[in-house]
């Protein structure tokens, strides 16, 4: 038995090299370790000091295959550090390799995504962007690092992979593909900007394509609630906010279902809610009437009255805590704090939304927004993107996704001219990167898939609510700027009555 297991073993590299002989290719500016798990052998290390659990350890390993893990180490300037790793399967690989997506500020890679990936066939890769840890203090008279972040540790992780792959296995991928939500999207829309050659096709979730406007406006909506005592929104008052939207505008889409279709058509005016008399519970004073206004509002430059980002949407407001709470969002502080003004006593509120956002497009947003529309290099080699976002999103708003596609759709000449390779589903009632009200349980990737590998392009894809473990209602996802449209019969928790048009 055993002898049988090494024969197959070994017959598995027969088109390639050994795992460990990986060590010793050679890269530029890059180090390799490459070691053999056996199936079912892997287990995440645990964090310094050996409490607690390890970084995306939560998921059982012990179902995987036997795979090739190879860590690297990436340094194309003389201050990057750049982590990546890839987990290549030993059989049953796909012959496609996917490169995974982070999430804010984050330097980590985590084990349970490499996992996801190598479960559907994939050469899975991820890399910590060169630093360690959610915050971006890394980036404090750090410009290359703030490079690595922006865009340049992605096209090693993406170089990279292709000649690990081509090593191991004897042959180029056939595809690569991108996977990401929040950061992640931006880090896929980037590469399809600035690299268009690393891959074929992109999953770009909810993507901070504008990463310091939402920056801008989370300070924009730190400062209206956090002006003076009268201003700030208790959360309690949040789902008031929430059921009064619902109330007003629900039923446009022609269905009563707690989910706005297209909340950019609702034109609730939260003044309806303000209190008659004392403060209460259920209604709104008239401070906070205003600070409600601000948060719906875009983001604007007082002097030239230009959009610099997009505000929320009706049908958020359970999800305000991330902007509208105690504390003004992490994220934003840090991109202000560390890449822009590199001072640690730097205080919100003197954020000046005209001068201090020109420095800040100078400082860091050439190097980590991703807005460029010209998408023609890659569209040319026939590359695909699927893009999406939830409605509801409290973090990134839906409507800066929208704006982007119309954007690339402008410059290319048209819809029609980005249709073949470039759709951008927009989620009715789903939060950040999922959750929400809506049926935010779909699988975009399968989709890219069936687009590139069948020539199947998704005109809707299917998606699922759950709810107590149980799916409770299935809808279709329409390529912008198609909704989903119910047939007038039938339950209106059954995909099958309704169309996109």
Not at 22 to 32: A, F, R, V
Not at 78 to 93: A, F
Request: charged share 20%.
């Amino acid at each position: 038995m055993l002898k049988l297991a090494a024969l197959l073993f070994v017959a598995s590299y027969a088109m390639g090299a050994s795992c460990e002989s990986l060590s010793s290719l050679s890269i530029p500016h890059t180090t390799i370790v490459a070691e053999s798990v056996a199936a079912g052998g892997f287990a995440p290390a645990a964090p310094a000091g050996g409490k607690g659990k390890a970084k995306g350890g939560g998921e059982a390993f012990g179902e995987l295959p036997a795979f090739c893990r190879v860590q690297v180490t990436s340094k194309p300037s003389p201050d990057s550090d750049i982590k990546i790793e890839y987990w290549l399967p030993v059989n049953g690989w796909n012959g496609n390799f996917e490169a995974n997506g982070n999430g804010g500020w984050s330097g980590s890679i985590t084990p349970n995504t490499l996992a996801t990936g190598m479960r559907r066939g994939y050469a899975a890769a991820m890399t910590d962007t060169g630093h360690d840890g959610g915050s971006a203090s890394f980036a404090m008279g750090h410009p290359e690092k703030v490079v690595d972040f922006g865009y340049r540790a992605v096209h090693e992780m993406a170089t990279t992979g292709k000649a690990l792959i081509k090593a191991f296995y004897g042959r180029d991928a056939r595809h690569s593909y991108w996977n990401g939500c929040s950061a992640g999207g931006r880090q896929g829309l980037m590469a399809a900007q600035r690299y268009p050659e690393d891959f074929d096709a992109i999953v770009a979730g909810a993507p901070a394509i504008n990463f310091t406007g939402r920056a801008t406006q989370a300070v924009w909506i730190g400062q209206a609630t956090h002006k003076d005592e009268s201003s700030a929104l208790p959360q309690s008052k949040f789902a008031v906010i929430h059921a009064a939207v619902l109330e007003a505008c629900d039923a446009h889409d022609g269905v009563k279902d707690g989910v706005l279709e297209d909340p950019t058509k609702c034109k609730f005016d939260p003044k309806a809610l303000e209190c008659k008399g004392a403060d209460e519970p259920t209604c709104l004073t008239s401070a906070q009437v205003e600070t409600v206004r601000k948060i719906y509002s875009d983001v604007v430059n007082p002097r030239t009255k230009s959009v610099i980002f997009q505000g929320h949407e009706p049908g958020s407001e359970n999800g305000w805590t991330t902007m509208a709470g105690a504390n003004v969002f992490t994220i934003a502080t840090d991109t202000f704090k560390y890449a822009v003004f590199e001072d640690n006593n730097w205080d919100y509120k003197t954020l000046n939304f005209d001068s201090d956002i020109a420095k800040t497009d100078q400082k860091a947003g050439k190097v980590i927004n991703a807005l460029d529309p010209n998408l023609k290099p890659f569209l040319a080699r026939g590359g695909k993107i699927i893009q999406y976002h939830g409605w509801a999103d409290p973090q990134i708003s839906p409507r800066s996704s929208v704006e982007y596609y119309k954007s690339v759709a402008a410059a290319m000449g048209g819809v029609s001219k980005i249709s073949d390779n470039y759709r951008l589903f927009m989620v009715p009632g789903m939060a950040h990167c999922g959750g929400g009200d809506g049926t935010a349980n779909f699988d975009m990737l399968a989709a890219l898939e069936q687009w590139v590998e069948q020539g199947k392009a998704p005109d809707r894809i299917e998606a699922s609510r759950a709810r107590n473990g149980q799916t409770d209602r299935t809808r279709p996802l329409c390529a912008y700027p198609q909704v989903a449209s119910y047939k007038g019969s039938g339950s209106t928790d059954d995909t099958a009555n309704f169309v996109c048009k």
